[in-house]
């Protein structure tokens, strides 16, 4: 019986979907995703979410089951992500959670504590940021809570109102939230893999040629449905890499082309910044593919790390 959550992770394109699905048919596991984008509904493509055929048959959680319309936040994840795990642990199997938005998955093993928010006071923020701009809004963040504010870019709308929300509905500061939930007992014993190439070279080639592939399989398309459905540029799922740039060159801010090189160019930026979180954090384990993935071997390693951490 599984004793806690086993987690793959690493940069955009490294395989870990395809692993997530062998690793649960190999440790009697479901897959929860921690993916800030495969979340929302109508975003296949785009996300490289998993697909039935995929998944093989494998129990898939918190794909494709959000609105794209809405605003999804960090707490709501860590609670349909937590009650995703425990009942899948009280049905003794083993939880793995599989994606690369790393501050989901540390929100969900430390179990962090977040404030309640104001639907209001959120839009009447917004409105001010809308109004005033960044620079003014991050201004007024720097007076209650200067930690914070240093590590905001103006552009950052929706955390910029987010921790000036919860100062105003608590007098207490986001980065006192934090500490507190740092120094609490993680909420889950984990083990974490983490996914990566032997050089960066064939990393960025694989991102590449999942660009291409996403053009081939209708990303455009894909795109312009979400559009006629309502969702706007200021909705954060289509501030998603590979959305908001086709939606730039489908409002002819840009060739088609251009927004495809714009893509490849966000994507291994990404890529870097997701490696260099992980490189900072003790305690994970490493696989390491050469040119191409090996996931028999990497199920037996996963096995392995599992059994000696106690998690199975």
Aim: glycine fraction near 8%; aromatic fraction near 6%; include cysteine.
């Amino acid at each position: 019986m599984a004793k806690g959550i086993f987690v793959i992770t690493g940069p955009t394109a490294t395989g870990k979907t395809a692993l997530g699905v062998r690793a649960a048919k190999a440790l009697d596991g479901e897959v929860i995703s921690a993916d800030a984008m495969q979340l929302y509904r109508g975003m296949v493509i785009g996300t490289a979410a998993p697909t039935p055929e995929e998944t093989e048959g494998v129990p898939h959680h918190l794909v494709g089951t959000v609105d794209p319309r809405e605003s999804y936040s960090v707490g709501r994840y860590v609670r349909e992500a937590s009650a995703c795990a425990d009942d899948i642990l009280k049905r003794g199997k083993l939880p793995i959670l599989v994606g690369g938005t790393n501050l989901y998955i540390e929100a969900l093993l430390r179990g962090t504590d977040f404030a309640a928010g104001d639907p209001a006071l959120r839009s009447s923020l917004e409105a001010e940021y809308d109004a005033l701009g960044g620079e003014e809004m991050l201004r007024r963040l720097r007076a209650c809570d200067p930690e914070r504010a240093g590590k905001l870019h103006p552009n950052d709308r929706k955390r910029i109102v987010r921790a000036l929300e919860i100062f105003r509905l608590t007098g207490k500061t986001i980065t006192s939230f934090d500490e507190a939930s740092r120094a609490n007992a993680p909420r889950y014993a984990s083990c974490t893999l983490a996914l990566n190439f032997e050089d960066r070279e064939t990393l960025y080639e694989r991102i590449n040629i999942r660009v291409d592939r996403m053009f081939a399989q209708g990303l455009v398309r894909e795109v312009e449905e979400l559009l006629e459905a309502g969702v706007s540029d200021k909705d954060t799922a289509m501030q998603a890499i590979g959305y908001k740039e086709v939606a730039a060159a489908l409002r002819g801010a840009c060739s088609m082309e251009e927004a495809a090189e714009q893509i490849r160019l966000a994507s291994r930026r990404y890529a870097k910044r997701q490696l260099s979180w992980l490189r900072g954090k003790p305690g994970i384990h490493w696989q390491i593919w050469k040119k191409e993935a090996n996931y028999q071997e990497a199920c037996l390693f996963s096995t392995r790390i599992l059994e000696i951490s106690g998690i199975i």
